[in-house]
Nanobody
Framework: QVQLVESGGGSVQVGGSLRLSCAAS????????LAWFRQAPGKEREGIAD???????TYAGSTKGRFTISRDDAKNTLYLQMNSLKPEDTAIYYC??????????????????????WGQGTQVTVSS
């Protein structure tokens, strides 16, 4: 069983930047599709970026060009660099790892049901 722990959230002003980290423990996540999701109050959980084993990435339209997802498999860690932050980026941000043993190219990208393991979330608040 893998455990995921996010860090790096906080409060920032409009236009600022944050870098989120997601540290995995228990076993390696190097063979899995990894993703970041977010959930704002009263809204559904939204997939914002994912990264496959070979580095292939997918971004939601709302974050493309501003957010960058990356992974360091040697450190068993996932990252999300967030730039040009907007008030609508305010949410709890979660990292996730896909269902083990399934080839990443067969998985539906940015869909919550694709992912079996989740962190507890970290709050990001963007104020104007």
């Amino acid at each position: 069983q893998v455990q995921l722990v996010e860090s790096g959230g906080g409060s920032v002003q409009v236009g600022g930047s944050l870098r989120l980290s997601c540290a995995a423990s228990g076993r390696t996540i190097r063979y899995e599709l990894l993703a970041w999701f977010r959930q704002a109050p009263g809204k559904e959980r939204e997939g914002i970026a994912d990264v496959a084993v070979n580095g292939n990435t997918t971004y939601a339209g709302s974050t493309k060009g501003r957010f960058t997802i990356s992974r360091d498999d040697a450190k068993n860690t996932l990252y999300l660099q967030m730039n040009s932050l907007k008030p609508e980026d305010t949410a709890i941000y979660y990292c996730a790892a896909s269902i083990p043993g399934r080839a990443w190219w067969t998985l539906t990208r940015l869909l919550p049901s694709t992912f079996a393991h989740w962190g507890q979330g970290t709050q990001v608040t963007v104020s104007s």
